[in-house]
């Protein structure tokens, strides 16, 4: 959540939302009207990214003053999550871009939140993917954190992963992982995706950091973690949900990457009330 | 979908999820390895987005040749609907961002469709909102029209909308419309947000053109459609769902707006198959 | 005139004008040699601008202090009109381009102004174009309301305007117009433009909201005015001049669109004198 | 008019008419529909930036087929200065910028060589300045090239102008002079803005470059030319007008400086025919 | 080396040299004069970066025909590296960015091969730093896996490196170690800064991924290779040079990072040779 | 040095070397642990850029409070140079480049200063070239004056240089120079390639303003000085080096051009010491 990566997207959002300029408040609101406004839970939910909404208000009022809720603190309908002060034809063509991503960011944080809830009581983690909206993976891996989630690596370059087609193309798991040693920074882990207990078994020949079950039958990946024995980190993906993520977590894996934090959480609902204030 | 805004953020998606560059393909493959890619339907979904996807691969392969489904299709689990040719190089680093836009275009057409065809035989519009995911408006509002809806306002500019905050400031909803009329440009209507009868006498009396209700119970809004009696359009919006929608659409009122549509949809599942071919 | 957009085009504007440094200034001004600076009216103009010319130099100077006459005011030769403090190396840095602009702008509100006091007793609205100098729309559209005129739309996408290329391609003016309908959001005024009263007939029959009489002569627009009976909004366009704007004005047209406003209006004559201070 | 520069320009230019897009014309047009477009004269002028124009269209139409007159051709009214093929979608959505840019080139071009035409049997340079549009500072001075002019200093980094405030500062011309000659680059000429015979001498004592008379009148910019008599190049500057000029020239200048031909030269009249094509 | 980022940067350092344009250039040449360009090797290097230069070339010349030298060959005095045709205006405007980058690149080709052949025949690896020049980092760390080098993390997120300043504020090895894997993607291995074999045996205990020995003298190097015994890789740091890198590659350290390979490196002489063509 | 300027390339430098984020100090530094940064010489070196590691430190921490020594200082080993403070996780992000900046710039200057000092009693001035590193040349122009030197043109538009393709192309030099003097700005003086004296005398002739002596040996030089004399600037050129530039100095000429001074300095050793306080 760097603040310097933050602002020129912020800036780009507000341009999106405001077009040549807000015809309806600029025809009503002198521009220095002061105001207060407030974001009021509609739902109960994770409370994430308030820190964002902060940037966002930041940006068309320069010192403005704020109380956020903490994120990752659980909220009630009715609650007030963010407020701040400013010109009311600020605040007003501020209001959109904040609440949208807000609702996004406190979507994903609750639903991360479900997952982990689930299986509190293993040694298991819950990390999201690749799988994000473009334009937004930062702050959404962000969210997945506050909701007590993990992260996989952000970008193709700070994680390596070896997929079928690279195995494909190699002709074999130790000669792509050979290649990749070659190539690669020493800093990073070298992950390789397998489908069955024969690839798991050529991945631990091959002396990989970590071994990703891909879509397997909890069965299958109890076996694979008998197998593996904490020669490498066993990480379990594909088609994760609410109703089976327990039974993966008791099959003893290290990891469980779910896609659907980041690109399936429905919105949470919030809403801004504005008031205007004698100054 | 103008192709001069997309080029520029297809670039920045891709950057984000490239980061110093995809470390794993690049010490298997040679840059010249022929390959060919297909974008397989893990579920059922309307199609959209498949020259965004395009677009995508351009990028990175300058003379593309492609095949896709037409958007607007309804697609059926395991059929095909985008494939193109390219060095397995390229087609592996722009995978993420065109599987990232299409899974979540489609997503927002299936969800629209829902809607649409719920209501079908009714003489009403489904449209937006601007609850839309930051950075994305232009495409996510394109995926709405090709599941059968419309578009509202793109932005702040380009529609006039008086909301209670306006008319709180103004001591009226006539004298918040002559303030509009004033200042805005005559190519706009004007659209005034009302919570009871009383306030949809005043738009009339004002002559607006399109009056919303905001959050009315349907006998509610029955009553206010027959008060209007033809004179200016009549939007619905609030806490529209599936199950309600019918209800709605009953009460004679020509467009429902729902910002589930855009915030709330969840990802269609699609997957990409990659054949390195020779050349 | 929202300053978010406009930040980024100072700097753009700057940058043009600095090349790679003030080499003159840089070789004789200390960085922190205090000084004032005056924009002196060289003519009678209407001031527009002062708050962008502020933007300027606050740019290269945070905190800046300044005074500016009204936007709006009748200026008179010799009056000052901007005056600001600060390091004389950044004033001299942000000189060329704050006047370059606000004498560009002075200029349009001048020629707007000239064409509005002309019409001053009729009940006719006084608009420009799009017709505007590219990367300047947003300042010159608001020089137009300084100068007492009214803005047509902002860019293609905040009105709809029908013109002969797409009836010819529809077959008739119905028939663009359904076209029109089916797509566009309902938030957006429809506005055709016509050449003769049979084509002004087919926009009542086809309920448009606007009807545009294009280079018509007056006893013609007369005569349209006279069919329309206000049942839609009547625009002339085309060839106005402070020569033929009063003939147009009296036909009872409601706007006057003139493309002379931002593309012909002459720059206002302002200089910069330039006061060093002991500080 | 290197084209890398221009490109960025013509895309912000385009963006900025297109806004959210041209909705009138989406919804008339298939994008398809193959067109012819041709920019027509309605007034007589000297053709300036119809390789822009192309550039324009190429953004939207990559192989682009055109015809375009030649820069620096004198035009009458009824002729064709550009033409090309695209689809009808794309000519009407750059339609409006390109024309804004050559109408305004034009006009530049038209302003400069009737300055130029004025004093064409003396031997005297009719020059620009940095009183230039904000934005579109290289485009202007290439019209007043092809008008028949030549450019001054293009930024404030090419070329060092030595002005009543440095030589203040200073508190001689000499000492400015010596200052500058540690600082800069030695290859830019030392200009210095001049109000009386003294500040003449002082210059030539001092060996500048080129001596700007400053808003002097023509007898005693004569009497200047004398006393320099060739050791520097002469510059008139300051409220040069058509009027004017030839006296001004006749005095024995070697460079005439003129901000109007940047800042008030009234557009050129240009319109676009579009005629639909069979493919 | 991925072209998508690779061809904003080579606009931005075109702008650089180019300013406002080449005038000596466009005053001589027209714009079609065809011609050939070589890049010809004023001394002996390693060849690194010719796409790179192609890649400028490209960026004024779309379709460009050119043959270079392959990444990696030993380069004699003499010899053409880069050879390519087109518009001699375009060659020209190309000519020094392109030579400014290869000459750069090849530089630290050539000072990378120094070290790695000078400890060729041992079990250890040469890589490069962060300490890279700013904007230029990916070309530079190209560069040194060209010159048989391998790269260090490119970033701060694609690698864990616990440096004092970290442990300080922990307290210990061991808890920053905890606080890092809480935190960080389970994708990067972490290493640790280490000054002496007390710390080392922390690092062991915490079982880190990689330690670092900073700025250790040989012999204690040696120590801490022998108790660390296979159970992390050691990499050396800190003051490498070309006298000093034998002597600690023979302590057994299984890399070397060495900053001056990107910091230091001088430029490798190249001068483009021009000729002009008959078409 | 405009800040102006500076600014945009520092964001950029700040995200190559961040990446997704500073992954280890986030998960060991809360946002506010105030410390204080120090940067310490290892060698001795001529100051330059501390200014510019202020405005690195100033984009991360707003209010920066800093100390610094003045550039063109000679530092001795030990010295601190710089020392600001600021919370310890924004200190740490902005380190490595504020770091790689200074570096780079005291090398260049100190290696200016060596060879400035070498002929410190002769009338000639020492100047670099446009061989600069891609991105970074007004920071290194700026180095090399504060290591005494003085700059040659910034860009191919802020000075004339007419080489031996220009000349071959026109068939003489005067014919070169007539065609530079018919389209060049007339601020510009005009600098002509040389490689014998008879190029020498045609460039007299055609009253050039400097005469570039390219790859001539000294005795020819000598010669060359005493044709020009005075009636030119003479800059010498080409393969000049500390062991021979005190030869090339006796010569007589004005300037002496070095490329090296920007491409092959190393970079002076700096390192960061950093402290926790408390607040």
Redesign the interface.
């Known amino acids: 959540?760097?603040t310097?990566?933050l602002k020129s997207?912020i800036?780009?959002?507000?341009?999106?939302?405001?077009?040549?300029?807000?015809?309806?408040?600029?025809?009503?609101?002198p521009p220095d009207?002061p105001g207060k406004a407030s974001f009021v839970a509609k739902t109960d939910f994770i409370c994430a990214g308030m820190e964002i909404a902060a940037e966002v208000f930041k940006?068309?009022i320069p010192h403005l003053q704020y109380e956020s809720s903490e994120d990752g603190r659980s909220v009630k309908v009715g609650e007030e999550v963010f407020t701040c002060k400013g010109p009311?034809l600020e605040l007003?063509?501020a209001e959109?871009?904040a609440?949208?991503?807000v609702?996004?960011l406190c979507?994903i944080a609750t639903l991360t939140n479900s997952f982990v809830q689930n299986v509190s009581d293993l040694p298991v983690?819950i990390?999201d993917t690749?799988?994000?909206?473009?334009?937004?993976?930062?702050l959404e891996k962000y969210a997945v954190r506050v909701g007590g989630g993990?992260?996989?690596?952000?970008?193709?370059?700070?994680?390596?992963?070896?997929?079928d087609?690279?195995i494909?193309?190699?002709g074999s798991i130790s000669e792509?992982v050979n290649?990749?040693r070659?190539?690669?920074?020493?800093?990073?882990?070298i992950?390789v995706e397998t489908e069955d207990i024969d690839q798991v078994q050529q991945c631990l020949e091959a002396k990989v950091?970590?071994i990703m079950l891909d879509n397997m039958p909890p069965e299958l990946m109890k076996k694979a973690v008998t197998v593996i024995n904490k020669r490498a980190?066993v990480?379990a993906s594909g088609g994760v949900n609410l109703m089976n993520i327990r039974e993966i977590a008791e099959t003893g894996v290290?990891?469980i990457s779910i896609?659907?934090l980041t690109?399936?959480a429905?919105?949470s609902d919030i809403s801004m009330k504005?008031s205007?204030q004698t100054p």
């Open positions: 959540m760097d310097l990566t997207s800036i780009h959002f507000l341009k999106e939302d405001l077009g040549s300029g807000d015809i309806t408040s600029q025809a009503i609101f009207t940006t068309r009311v007003l063509q959109r871009v609440l949208n991503i609702q996004h979507g983690k990390v690749r799988k994000t909206t473009p334009g937004l993976r930062t993990y992260n996989h690596r952000f970008n193709l370059a700070d994680g390596i992963m070896i997929k087609n690279h494909a193309a190699c792509a290649r990749v070659q190539h690669a920074p020493h800093t990073l882990k992950e950091d970590i980190l990480e290290d990891i896609g659907a690109h399936s429905p919105s504005l205007t």
